[in-house]
């Protein structure tokens, strides 16, 4: 029997690159299939030719043995292929009916929207995946992990025979992960050919029995998951072997940061700690448990309803950024695209704006000494390609946060906060933000770094804190550190108890 | 999603040309062209004094352009310059007139386009209404202001003194075009080569990412405002000197041409990206044209269709070249 869906010897070229090199591999019906490689290896631009966003330079799609032409993604839908976007494509003011029959809505005489009959159709895709989630509620409403729910029941009622999902969990918390997992899993019983893409190593080994790894544009392998280990993997994605590294500790005893009973207006409620010259601090929780809430005020960007701060002994109290910033903290934010970069500007400029002061100490920019200093920090962080004067946004997220880091570098930054430093950043550069960060610990920064990693977490931290509902549940010194030992103060009693009466996705 | 980014990143050559002098270069061909095609078709166009009549017409324009520029680049819009002009216009006239001495005149005109623009950024950066509204709001509140105060006559009868002043003429230049031509230039040290310029461009770029790197935003949008309501004020002065009489309905639609001068030059109405270069020529491209088409006797009807189009095509070029956004 041929498989659901093949790709036979597709290439793909642009001006001066080639994107896509001869790549062949398929996918059986009622097959997960992992694709993986770092970004950049050519896994986006294969799905947007599965999606008839892109047409093959060379090679072909076929679909249950036949060669399909996906000119446009109307055709592609038609083909029985949906797509699930990393970046959900929804309206989140219109209902989930209406967004579930968005581009195509019933109608009644060609005119008329058929509310009440996409309302029923929507409610009877659901039924199957999240009977919870009201079609006529609007999508806004609705978790992210419900959302991609709400997509796949649009892949149902599509009839897609293929369902390619881009980086379906990057926001989603390891009990809203175990759910979609289910769905997934539920989709490929029904004979659907799934094509899962995640950074997420253990996610993929979780819900793929199967998976293809990319790099630069060509397949490296396609492997059988249950005879393969990570690490080989990763090497695969890489090219190389990453080393495995022990964490160093460089904390010292001089308290640098001091904050007691701070507490914001929702989700901070009286939270206290120390932070060490030298030490990294990682904080750990749930999504929701106010760990990024902590970060911002600590970063001054939102205002704390009663606490303290002191920095070397010294109270100090944040109205904006620029106190903080100016007391010597640094925030280095999740949502690089919407906090971090500004992207139609270089890497030089986005590197000097928390720092105009310095560099423009009679009113007017010192572009030479700007320059310097530029050059001096990309070089410490190891930005590439070296461009200083290359718009942000053309570089990678890797690269982006690289700039981001050297911004606070310039500004003299003494304690940085870290919200999810390695989100979206493939596993070359998660290594070398993790030197860099180790680094600056070493010469004496002092680091705070909130993640839903627990590797990463393990991997860094000199000390964990656990928050949970806007309190820190548990303190975890590296003797006591491990991924059990968090989950456990991280999840609140209730929630532990149904994760394991629930059913398990992961085989 | 990173694909793209990759691709590009893998032709150096582009970093060589900038962005934005590459724009400005299109731009200038542009004008370049126009100038050409009335050269071509009118008989004594190229003449020096047409040449400099050419950019005294374009000069108040130029001025309340490169206002709108910056609040522009800082992802604002001002609605409301051509009534700010207006109002500073006849405060400032009837203070003349009134044989108020000519400096504490001209200075209150000046502050009057401040303390407009003041209001304006306030309600945008501290109460955070949308400036296109805010500025909407304003526009008919000045111009009302200005019409009320002066009963909706016109203040006559300014001192010759003081319309020498604004008449005379530098290095066989009008004094209005010298004048613009130092704004200009001060506008684009500003852009280039000062923090608050740096801000300008991280605020309409990216607010949320700007404010968490320190950037003051509210002072930032608010003195694009201002910079904007004080240029207003000074087409106004050009303007009464030039014609000896303040009317308050003065400047009446001045804020679309700004705009287009701006939109021709490279500012993007989403923020964070314009140039005062490209905004002088948009400027000059505008007064050309309409100094040709008024030299080949051309109903002031198509003139106005001329002005829309160059602004779309202008868009046009833009979009193609750019390729996607």
Redesign the interface.
Known sequence: MSPRLQFAGISKL?P??R?LDDVSFSVGAGEIHGLLGE??A?K??LL?ILSGVYRPTVGSVLIDGQPVTLTNPVAARAAGVAMIH??LQQVPRLSVAQNMFLGHPLTRGGIFVARGEQERRAAEALAALDPSIDPAAPLGSLKVAQRQIVEIARALLDRARIVAM?EPTSSLTPSEFERLAEVIVGLARDGVAVVYVSHKLDEVFGICKRATIMRDGAVVDSVDLAQVSEKSVVAMMVGRELAQEQHRSHATGDVRLSVRGLASATKVHGVSLNLNRGEVLGIAGLVGSGRTELLRLL?G?DRASSGTIEIDGKAVRFS???D??AAGIG?V?EERK????????SIT?NM???S??V??PR???D?RRLKRVAAEKMKRVNLR?F?L???I?????GNQQKAIIG?WLA?GTRILLFDEPTRGIDVGAKAEIYHLIEELAAEGHSVVIVSSELPEVIRLADRVLVMRDGTIAAELDRASLSEQAIAAHAIPRTQMQAGKTGPQARQ | MTDISENTATRPKADFLHRFSMRDAGTLIGLIVILAVFGALVPGFFAERNLINILQQSSINACLALGMTLVIISGGIDLSVGPTAALSAVISASMLVAGVPFPLAIASGFAIGLACGLLNGVLVAHVGLQPFIVTLGTLSTYRALALIYTGGNPVLGLPAGFRSIFNGSLFGLPLAVVIVAVVALVAWIILKKTPFGEYLLAVGGNEEAAYIAGVPIARTKIAAYMISGLLAALAAQILIGRLGAAEPILGNLWELDAIAAAAIGGASLMGGKGSVVGTILGAVILGAMRNGLTLMNVQSFYQLLATGLIILAAMLIDRVTRGRG
């Open positions: 642009f001066a690159v994107a970004n950049g050519g986006s631009t947007r990393q970046e881009d970063a960007v904006s950024p620029r903080a910033i925030l934010p919407r906090e971090g970069i500004v992207p139609l500007r400029s000097a704006l928390a105009m002061g560099f423009a009113g007017v920019i572009h390609p461009l004067d290359r718009p946004r053309l570089f990678s997220g911004r500004a």
